[in-house]
């Protein structure tokens, strides 16, 4: 009877996973080919399946299934994976049903127009103009923390959307620890004073060749292409229809071929966890993915710990050489690891370094925690962003468009959203830890390009589980402990100490 | 009153038309851009999306609105473009209203199905597999024919969905008197034994240079591309979200350039219509195009009286000669001229000529005709068809695979759509005559590449009325007389009796 309930409310998310699937076409779409003039049909097209999603998904419990499937679980008559399924869908229903439709569409249409404001904000460097929009937001998102409801901090409510489980306080101790490891290590790195050059690595790098050679690293990262795409937008994203259709973009530089080269390996981490998720679930939470900061660990763990080790390079590297013998042809590997990995705190968060990233993240968190939390006024936040960027980089904010008005977040209403970058940071180098110690051979493969090895391990250990597990729980099952912020700073101690000979 | 009632309902069919935009994404996406693996997932996708439309479409009149409409309507109380989207409205609704869900679904099963089997069939040149399931779709359509009701035959039925307000008796009539000539003049032309041979424009293009040329093409023919895309795909089609997004794609020949050309040139002669409706109106008949004839006719005019005339090419062909000195250096215009108009009776309809075409429609629409009303066996239809090949052609049909195995249509349960492609001849041919009486210096035009001017005049006397009139009215309108097969029974005997010295 129970495994008959389940079916029926399998068929209801499925569809509306299907209705989802269409939406995320027309927003890849949008983004990767969409002519001009279409923009504005294209709009009204999505908000009306956007709206259908959402009544769908309200109307699920019309006939009370959800909640005797929910009683069900209470009472522990539920086990594996249909309690997941219950537990997951009930999550995601009790949330959208708390926000009333007005509030829902009060949001929508703030947030819409607050993020052409913010774009004109940032063009012309005036925190001023956006200043009434964000504190607009701040009052939406606090009220809607308030509909939702939560224990210590309001903050905790709007985490829980993109890290469920997670609340302010475990983030700002786990982030503390963090910060309190890479400041001081930061001044440390300012002061070795080894030179690198990293314009040596800069050329004229034909967008056709960059192609191919994207494309030749994601399929030794067994990124299936039969399953997916790679295309080009201005800003690199993954998007997923199924796990049998998993697309991924990039941006060229002809000048750095670094930088599709890094957005590539990232994007293709993403992708290979969405379609590394059982796709006969597709529609249920057994193939969703658990929260973002497990997300992000997929596509950091593949960026940095694999993307910009020694190892990888001993494989990729003669093959860029080949490629690209300007400039690469006549520098030595040791220099083109260093150049790659080279730490320089820098003012704008996406252009930024291993180490600093994870400061700009930590900033942003403070802030916006303090901001729900209604400890600071909206008006005093360029100087408190400025004050930061000073205290933990060491640099000066000149304006307002390379400070406060760097990211789109905010003005989409994203808040809760930043701190899982640097989670992501951390879970990846908890992965990475364990799965060096289940895999010997993991850096002789990765030498060699064999990259399969650690994918199977990465798609056995986490993907396959969709969400079966809490995010504490998978970092439990897979490691044996809590997320351990010491395994990402030994990690950043030691990669950085060798670059930099301390 | 009545306006206010009109504007609802044009919230109804905009609603609806968002959401057949969307599953026109999805088709085309399907057809351009998706990975292999993702077609399982990506047809539940489109049928969901399908039955929501359907689903969406039947519930217009839940409250009576339309009914009421069409009472006023009925009464005269209606006039002008409001009566014209309660005409179109309740003529779809009432269609789709007599036909069961069950049924729907039996035909969509069978037709899926049917379309395996005849992908099959067709390689194994092997009608008698595909015999039972042609079987079982023509009984299908006879029902079809019964639910929705007819006059005099029940295919006037089934082409009304393609061509509304023709019916078979009429169709007969106009395309047997474009068969007494067509297959004499065959015979003449025949008998003329001018030597024409078209290997001289075969080549090697490269494909990047071709899209160029095809690009250049479309540009000038006012193609908006801020407003539409040119991609590739297996079967060149055109596809419209929206009247400000509307796809056109081709197949590439590296050997034949003239392959990607013609399409290019057809499938933006339909995008212009497209592109010219008043995208004001999207979502109401106000903004679609009447019937497939009407449409087809816009491609034929650009494909035939300009694509294939030589003021066209007095233009074009030094174009195509700096573009592709091989070939074409060395070849003169009229030469050209000559090969791109050679006829020649062949086994395939899409390879055929301008006026051989015609023949393969006509003898598609006499069996189909005779397959609803039940004058025929199935199992004799091979025979019947490659008597009329023989017949119409003169030539032996050697097997089923390029006899009557060659067409998609019948297994996807199109009966009735046949005739539109000829009936599309004819109207472009009428058209173009009244452009030329209108616009004196159009060939002069042409022949400087000036190709806006025709475009403007098909967007002002045809395009911006949407579906206000019908097929006959908008003749009668543009032409002042009703559809004659005499313009184009004239055309084909001047422009063929002149290359053939007749």
């Given at each position: 009877m129970t495994l008959v309930d389940i079916e029926k409310l399998n068929?209801?998310?499925?569809?509306?996973?299907?209705?989802?699937s269409a939406l995320s076409l027309l927003e890849w779409d949008t983004q990767?080919?969409?002519?001009?003039?279409?923009?504005?049909?294209?709009?009204?097209?999505?908000?009306?399946?956007?709206?259908?999603?959402?009544?769908?998904?309200?109307?699920?419990?019309?006939?009370?299934?959800?909640?005797?499937?929910?009683?069900?679980?209470?009472?522990?008559?539920?086990?594996?994976?249909?309690?997941?399924?219950?537990?997951?869908?009930?999550?995601?229903?009790?949330?959208?049903?708390?926000?009333?439709?007005a509030f829902v569409k009060e949001l929508a249409q703030t947030t819409s127009r607050a993020h052409k404001v913010w774009e004109k904000a940032r063009k012309e460097s005036d925190f001023g103009t956006f200043q009434p929009y964000l504190e607009k937001i701040v009052e939406l998102k606090r009220k809607e923390a308030d509909l939702?409801?939560?224990?210590?901090?309001?903050?905790?409510?709007?985490l829980d959307v993109f890290e469920p489980g997670m609340d302010a306080k475990e983030t700002g101790r786990i982030l503390g620890e963090l910060k309190d490891f890479a400041v001081p290590f930061l001044e440390k790195i300012k002061q070795a004073e080894v030179s690198i050059d990293e314009k040596k690595i800069l050329g004229d790098f034909p967008i056709e060749k960059q192609k191919e050679f994207n494309e030749?690293?994601?399929?030794?990262?067994?990124?299936?292409?039969?399953?997916?795409?790679?295309?080009?937008?201005?800003?690199?994203?993954?998007?997923?229809?199924?796990?049998?259709?998993?697309?991924?973009?990039?941006?060229?530089?002809i000048e750095d071929i670094m930088y599709s080269i890094g957005s590539t390996i990232h994007e293709a981490g993403h992708a290979l966890y969405e379609q590394?998720?059982?796709?006969?679930?597709?529609?249920?939470?057994?193939?969703?993915?658990?929260?973002?900061?497990?997300?992000?660990?997929?596509?950091r763990v593949w960026e940095n710990q694999i993307g910009k080790s020694k190892e990888f390079w001993q494989y990729f590297y003669p093959e860029l050489q080949s490629r690209f013998p300007n400039p690469f042809k006549d520098l030595e590997l040791d220099e083109f690891y260093r150049i790659i990995n080279k730490v320089e705190p820098s003012l704008i968060r996406v252009e930024s370094d291993e180490l600093t990233y994870n400061l700009h993240i930590i900033l942003r968190f403070e802030i916006e925690k303090q901001m729900i939390e209604g400890d600071l006024k909206i008006s005093d936040l360029p100087d408190i962003w400025n004050q930061k960027v000073k205290d933990y980089l060491g640099i000066d904010v000149p304006n307002d468009r390379e400070g406060i008005l760097q990211d789109v977040h905010w003005s989409g209403g994203s808040i809760g959203y930043f701190p899982t970058y640097s989670l992501g940071n951390l879970y990846s180098a908890q992965f990475y830890n364990q799965a060096q110690k289940e895999l010997p051979d993991l850096s002789g493969e990765v030498s060699k390009g064999e990259l399969a090895p650690l994918r199977e391990w990465l798609r056995e250990k986490i993907h396959i589980h969709?969400?079966?597990?809490?995010?504490?729980?998978?970092?439990k099952e897979v490691t044996g402990e809590e997320l351990n912020p010491n395994y990402y700073t030994q990690y950043l101690q030691e990669k950085f100490s060798s670059i930099y000979g301390l």
């Open positions: 068929i209801r998310t499925k569809e509306i996973s299907h209705l989802a990767v080919y969409m002519p001009e003039k279409g923009s504005g049909g294209r709009s009204e097209t999505t908000s009306l399946l956007r709206t259908l999603v959402h009544q769908r998904f309200m109307e699920i419990d019309a006939d009370g299934l959800l909640s005797e499937l929910k009683k069900k679980l209470d009472n522990g008559d539920l086990g594996g994976k249909e309690a997941a399924i219950v537990r997951e869908v009930w999550r995601d229903f009790e949330r959208e049903r708390k926000l009333p439709e939702v409801g939560y224990g210590d901090s309001p903050y905790d409510a709007l030749f690293i994601a399929q030794k990262m067994s990124f299936d292409l039969e399953a997916g795409r790679m295309d080009v937008s201005t800003h690199p994203f993954t998007i997923n229809f199924h796990p049998q259709d998993v697309r991924i973009t990039t941006r060229y530089s590394g998720l059982p796709h006969e679930h597709f529609g249920t939470p057994l193939a969703e993915y658990i929260s973002l900061g497990i997300h992000e660990s997929q596509s969709g969400k079966q597990f809490t995010a504490s729980g998978l970092v």
